[in-house]
């Protein structure tokens, strides 16, 4: 099964919004979207091109300061499925050391995740327990973290850590206390 992928960062963020249906714009006028979209430091632009998509798209209102969103990345499978990447970066106290993590949704299938070295328990109050777990995943040459899919319905989400995909490498992971943070702030966008 192929998979299209497309990632953009913010400026073309605002010009692909052009290409989502009429209904699909967010209002930016109403509170509420305004609220989520500057606690998860998305600009409108990028709020009315996840608004145009197939999934419910859920955020991170706990972002942390150091923090600015880099890129959306967008899968779309043969099968109908969409799913996308908040990627951030963000750099500590002027370090030159890059830490990143992203914030991943799909209303296509998934599985279970493997057990790491250590594992994270953490409770949102709109998606529930999950947990997050330490261990090798995906591309990363080190440990790092990976949430187990939270949700139901038509949209799944989890926390990614540095490495896991290879647009989350070169950086390094934030804390697992920060990792706990994002995950519990998990909402959805309106």
Request: net charge negative; glycine share 14%; hydrophobic share 40%.
């Amino acid at each position: 099964m192929a998979q299209h992928k497309f990632a953009f960062g913010l400026l073309v963020s605002c010009l692909v919004t052009g290409a989502v249906s009429p209904e699909a714009i967010a209002d930016d006028t109403n509170p509420n979207v305004m609220y989520v979209a500057n606690m998860a430091k998305i600009p409108m632009g990028g709020v009315k091109a996840l608004q145009g998509l197939d999934v419910p798209v859920a955020v991170s209102t706990a972002v942390p300061d150091e923090f600015f969103l880099r890129e959306i990345e967008l899968e779309f499978g043969d099968w109908g499925g969409t799913t996308y990447r908040l990627i951030y970066d963000g750099y500590y106290d002027n370090s030159l050391v890059k830490t990143c993590f992203a914030i991943e949704g799909t209303n296509d299938g998934v599985g279970g995740l493997a057990l790491g070295n250590a594992s994270y328990s953490f409770a949102s109050s709109v998606f529930g327990r999950g947990t997050i777990e330490a261990g090798y995943y995906g591309s990363s040459e080190s440990s790092t973290f990976l949430g187990d899919w939270v949700g139901r319905g038509n949209g799944y989400y989890r926390f990614v850590g540095a490495g896991v995909y290879d647009s989350l490498a070169g950086c390094e992971n934030v804390s697992v206390d920060q990792a706990i943070a994002i995950s519990e702030s998990l909402q959805y966008l309106p």
